[in-house]
């Protein structure tokens, strides 16, 4: 048998279920597992769950800055990959291990609480991680980033949090640093994703996702490769309240925000 057609018919066996389309509409999101809808602003792990199947194989290291609560790290150890985490929220890195239940040295993950604005305390800590998966070629193979959306959600008190800045063009500015101080260490022709959503401020629709598209664009060596649009139903901050968000968008003249993006890039 021709070798593309061996790859072809693994392709098709291992990823029957993957979603190819531009349009993810997801009835509910995935509560099996150490999966919690505990914390706002998390997402859906259907998100990770597609994202890491395709872009990455077993053993493959996936890099987050943006911890959060766990769900991507709680889809690597399902799916058998090596993971890299930091989040500057103490809570949920202490709520993460302890979800974990794993002796950290025997562990296939490396979480740290740190500021990803840090790029020095960055590079030592992926410095510490690298060294813990004998990764010597100090890359990986796939990064996620699923950011604040400025400050509609406040996570800490932390000057250097994004969800504290209330400002586009500082917020930009940071997330650019953060992008700076992490895609360094994406392999070339490796993929990273930024699931991000667009805000209400002052009485009109902010594209956010639009902004920091366009800043990733003009910035990093990258191929656009994908702009999925994903439902957010289950939105835990308009759970239960549709009557009132119904009404609110009524008197107000806008629209209910059902929507976030995932924006799919291949580093040159």
Not at 51 to 66: A, C, K
Not at 244 to 256: D, E, S, V
């Amino acid at each position: 048998m021709k070798e593309e057609n061996i790859n072809k018919q693994k392709l098709e066996s291992n990823m029957l279920d993957i979603n190819v389309d531009s349009l993810w509409l997801i009835s509910s999101r995935d509560k099996t597992g150490k999966h919690k809808n505990i914390y706002h602003g998390n997402f859906i792990p259907q998100i990770p769950n597609q994202l890491i199947r395709r872009y990455t194989d077993e053993n493959d290291l996936v890099l987050e800055p943006f911890a959060g609560s766990g769900t991507t790290l709680f889809e690597c150890e399902k799916l058998n990959r090596k993971y890299i985490g930091f989040d500057i929220n103490p809570n949920m890195i202490n709520y993460i291990y302890e979800s974990m239940g794993l002796d950290f040295n025997k562990s296939n993950f490396y979480l740290k609480e740190e500021d990803s604005l840090s790029g020095e305390k960055i590079d030592k800590s992926l410095e510490e991680a690298f060294k813990k998966f004998n990764n010597f070629s100090k890359k990986v193979d796939f990064i996620l980033m699923h950011p604040p959306y400025m400050d509609i959600i406040k996570f800490t008190d932390n000057k250097n949090d994004l969800s504290n800045e209330e400002d586009l063009e500082k917020f930009l500015d940071k997330f650019k640093i953060i992008c700076e101080i992490f895609l360094k260490f994406l392999k070339k022709d490796k993929y990273f994703a930024i699931v991000i959503g667009d805000i209400y401020k002052k009485s009109e629709v902010i594209p956010l996702s639009f902004y920091v598209m366009e800043l990733i664009k003009k910035n990093f060596n990258c191929l656009m490769k994908g702009i999925i649009i994903k439902n957010i139903e289950g939105n835990k901050g308009k759970l239960g309240s549709g009557g009132l968000w119904r009404y609110r968008a009524m008197k107000g003249g806008f629209y209910i925000f059902k929507h976030e993006y995932i924006f799919v890039f291949k580093m040159k």
